[in-house]
């Protein structure tokens, strides 16, 4: 299979613990994203790499959250201190981007749904 | 800044029938409109896109949606409804010079055999 991977596909923690979850792009795909979706909503944008470049962070991603996309291949995100209010699906989507692919849409990964205790 | 309307949180209609569903935008410059579907426990499966040209944009399973930009719409219509088409259904924008897309909350369209 060659679209986006995510692991673990769930993960269930106690409030105060970190978390990690990682994101495989399509190989080609230069452009990275990770978005956030609580049931009943749709996916909110979190931040996103071109290459190993973060190149936007929402207000949403607050400092007990990071991310990393060390070799420009597969970026994880970690949460630190977990709370209650981070239970959510979390979503990876790649797209290429370049002088003719500008508007390419992004693919989107099943998701790691957590779930803090 | 950028939003998007989904004015409905269900449609039900029923197999073989046409569909229709809604969405509206609010972005500044030209916008880029996406239709993506999701079904349960997976993640989103894109549908298709607009980003110039022809108002009326053809996408994957059937699918087609018109843009409108006086009435700055983009709904998601199909001749015929399968049972297999029920899911939730979600419109986003993207507007120039960004790369976030800003999503509508979700339509649940339900086909009756």
């Known amino acids: 299979d060659t679209g986006v991977s995510q692991n673990p596909r769930h993960k269930i923690t106690k409030r105060g613990q970190n978390v990690t979850f990682r994101c495989d792009p399509i190989?080609?795909?230069?452009?990275l994203y990770w978005y956030r979706q609580t049931l009943g909503q749709g996916p909110e944008f979190l931040t996103y790499?071109?290459?190993?470049?973060?190149?936007?962070k929402s207000r949403l991603l607050s400092d007990r959250f990071s991310a990393e996309r060390p070799k420009g291949s597969f970026s994880t995100l970690e949460i630190q201190r977990t709370e209650q209010g981070d239970s959510a699906m979390y979503l990876c989507?790649?797209?290429?981007?370049?002088?003719?692919?500008?508007?390419?849409?992004?693919?989107f990964g099943p998701g790691t749904r957590l779930t803090v205790l | 800044a950028q939003s998007v309307a989904q004015p409905e949180d269900q449609v039900n209609v029923a197999e073989g029938n046409p569909l229709t569903v809604k969405c509206t935008y609010s972005?500044?410059?030209?916008?880029?409109l996406f239709w993506y579907v999701q079904y349960p426990n997976r993640g989103l499966q894109f549908l298709l896109k607009?980003?110039?040209?022809?108002?009326l944009v053809k996408g994957s399973y059937g699918f087609e949606a018109e843009f409108n930009k006086s009435q700055t719409s983009f709904h998601l219509k199909k001749p015929s409804a399968l049972v297999s088409d029920s899911a939730l259904y979600f419109c986003?924008?993207?507007?120039?010079?960004?790369?976030?897309?800003?999503f509508g909350t979700g339509t649940r369209l339900l086909v009756s055999p």
């Open positions: 989507a790649s797209s290429l981007a370049g002088l003719t692919s500008s508007y390419n849409e992004q693919f």
């Open positions: 190989s080609e795909h230069n452009r």
């Open positions: 790499f071109q290459n190993e470049a973060q190149l936007e």
């Open positions: 972005v500044s410059g030209n916008p880029y």
């Open positions: 607009y980003i110039t040209g022809d108002n």
């Open positions: 986003a924008v993207r507007g120039a010079g960004f790369q976030k897309l800003v």
